[in-house]
């Protein structure tokens, strides 16, 4: 884990990202089990939603895991080893993945999952050091990154419908 120097997160990072999986939530939630949404929050981002209430597929903070060398690439709770995790969310813990003989290789702000498989990352300001050499082996086809305070500079309203922020939208081979 020596290459996991990220600095801490700050407050505008965390509420941003309280902000953001509320309504990529909503937007799964508003298509239903088993459908396609095609977000107005992170235009471009399409995803199939097969994961039921209360995370709808959008998890934060989400281990990605290597076992020797090679990366998991599939959701936690479609994973052999966890049926003994913790944490309702099945995202297992740190002391976990050392359990299952697995390192952590990056977390990532934000994970969307898409057919059994983590399929657009989130970042808030900057995608950190640690997670670039992952990013770049195209594991995850879909890399985002979102100011924090464009999010939170959002005027006030009941839904996700509406929100006009600047984001940029990264091909992994050309991080």
Do not use: C
Request: charged share 20%.
């Amino acid at each position: 884990m020596d290459n996991f120097n990220k600095k801490s997160k700050t407050y505008a990072q965390k509420y941003a990202q309280d902000l953001l999986i509320k309504f990529l939530r909503e937007e799964a939630k508003f298509v239903g089990y088993d459908a396609y949404v095609k977000s107005e929050v992170l235009p471009t981002i399409t995803w199939r939603v097969n994961r039921d209430a209360p995370y709808w597929g959008i998890f934060p903070d989400y281990p990605i895991a290597k076992s020797e060398n090679t990366i998991i690439e599939i959701v936690w709770d479609e994973y052999l080893f966890n049926t003994e995790s913790t944490r309702k969310d099945a995202i297992p813990t740190i002391d976990e993945l050392w359990n299952f003989g697995l390192v952590l290789e990056t977390v990532l702000d934000i994970a969307i999952q898409h057919k059994g498989v983590i399929h657009t990352a989130v970042f808030f300001d900057e995608i950190p050091n640690h997670a670039i050499n992952f990013l770049k082996t195209g594991a995850i086809p879909q890399i985002v990154v979102v100011n924090s305070y464009d999010l939170l500079n959002q005027p006030l309203f009941s839904t996700f419908h509406g929100i006009k922020m600047p984001i940029q939208i990264l091909e992994p081979f050309n991080l």
